[in-house]
């Protein structure tokens, strides 16, 4: 790869919005441009101005591949794992193209990071050299095991930070985390002869529990969303409880989400123990009443007890995880309305439903539709400020229940 100039980067400014299919085709017109970096760079910046918006303003960060752009952490996700590396010494040991390395420089004291790609490496090198994040040394190499990984200093205490690949040798996705590259499993007991934490980045579909009772020093599980998306989960080690472990009924689990009203963090901690020990109580909504819906984050972590518990909520059905309240409770993490209708789901209520409501956003809860299919049943146009979800109640009661937000 080339390293770029400033006239590389004035032709990236300059041709930001084009065609760069048609930039390609004729790249023998721009002598001394490296066309195809510059190709791969303005897609990757248009992509980036959505994952990592500090990043997709700039015309001077280069993006030698489209499939690292894809990969790599949004910015939102990037600077929730902040709360777990402040002011530590940092070894990420799967850098990619430097997105988290690059937050976690902001609140860390050193960050040193590891990358295979050699190309990807010299990118990084001088994104970080354009953005001024003077305190990450970039390393061009593979970790396997324990010995691949130099710079670890007598007397320093180190925070490992893994985000493991997650791909086979073909492209198909991997969820057992023993088949990771790096094995987490493998190599944690000699990163924690040097590192008192070890933070994982897993995927979003991975088992929480299953995680929990292969890595015994978890001392807590993060699942984070953005605009109530859920991305990824992040799993704590910390090596003081090697020793001593949590049994993983008592491990603490935290949903976060990124709001899009207000760009604010909410979160909601619990226990399985505490789920497990949480009752449900069932109940049929009347119309004034308000409707929540956790986010995503909550659901994926199985807190459907706890929830209702905490903020005195009763629950449509055992599998509909929609919860019903006289009041309305602003600190409720996730969607809030009030109820307006509530039609059974016949030929009536559905002519009802179609005549009343010509415009709706429709989502179902354990409903025998999908959320297309029950838009299509009633006839009706998708968006607007009226909200129609399909549940079941107890009794098999199938219900159509049309809410509005305050």
């Not at 008192?196 to 579909?205: A, E, F, G, L």
């Not at 976060?256 to 949480?278: D, L, P, Y």
């Not at 009030?338 to 439903?353: A, P, Q, T, W």
Request: charged residues 25%; glycine residues 6%.
């Amino acid at each position: 790869m080339m390293q770029p100039d400033e006239r590389f980067f004035s032709f990236i400014k300059e041709h930001a919005e084009d065609n760069t299919s048609a930039l390609l085709l004729s790249a023998s017109k721009f002598e001394g441009i490296d066309v195809r970096l510059a190709a791969s760079t303005i897609e990757g910046r248009r992509k980036m101005a959505v994952k990592v918006p500090e990043w997709g303003e700039r015309y001077d960060l280069i993006y030698p591949s489209s499939v690292n752009v894809e990969q790599c952490s949004s910015s939102y996700t990037a600077e929730l794992k902040q709360r777990y590396l402040r002011d530590a010494h940092v070894f990420d040991l799967t850098g990619g193209l430097g997105v988290d390395s690059y937050y976690i420089s902001k609140v860390a004291r050193s960050v040193k990071m590891f990358e295979q790609n050699s190309v990807l490496c010299t990118a990084v090198k001088s994104n970080f050299s354009r953005l001024g994040a003077d305190n990450i040394e970039v390393v061009n190499k593979r970790i396997e095991k324990i010995e691949d990984i130099d710079g670890f200093s007598s007397g320093t205490d180190y925070t490992v930070y893994i985000d493991p690949s997650r791909r086979s040798g073909t492209g198909g996705r991997i969820f057992a985390i023993r088949d990771y590259d790096p094995d987490v499993v493998a190599i944690k007991n000699s990163l924690f002869e040097h590192a008192s934490r070890i933070v994982v980045k897993v995927s979003p579909m991975a088992d929480i529990t299953s995680l929990a009772k292969v890595l015994p020093e978890c001392s807590e599980i993060a699942i984070i969303s953005v605009f109530n998306e859920c991305k990824e989960l992040l799993l704590i080690l910390d090596r003081d409880k090697a020793e001593n472990p949590l049994k993983t009924a008592e491990i603490p689990v935290t949903a976060w989400n990124f709001r899009r009203a207000g760009k604010i963090w909410e979160s909601f901690c619990w226990t399985m123990k505490e789920e497990s020990e949480s009752s449900a109580g069932f109940g049929e909504p009347v119309i004034g009443m308000y409707l929540y819906e956790p986010n995503s984050s909550i659901l994926k972590g199985g807190a459907y007890k706890t929830i209702g518990e905490r903020f005195g909520l009763t629950k449509a059905e055992t599998s509909s995880h929609l919860y019903f309240g006289r009041m309305r409770d602003n600190t409720f993490p996730g969607r809030v309305f009030r109820i307006i209708d509530i039609c059974e789901f016949g030929k009536s209520g559905i002519k009802h439903i179609s005549k009343t409501y010509p415009k709706a956003n429709v989502s179902v809860r354990n409903f025998p539709l999908s959320s297309n299919e029950l838009l299509e049943r009633l006839k009706i146009e998708e968006g607007g400020e009226t909200y129609i979800f399909g549940t079941l109640l107890p009794h098999n009661l199938r219900k159509l229940i049309v809410c509005k937000k305050d």
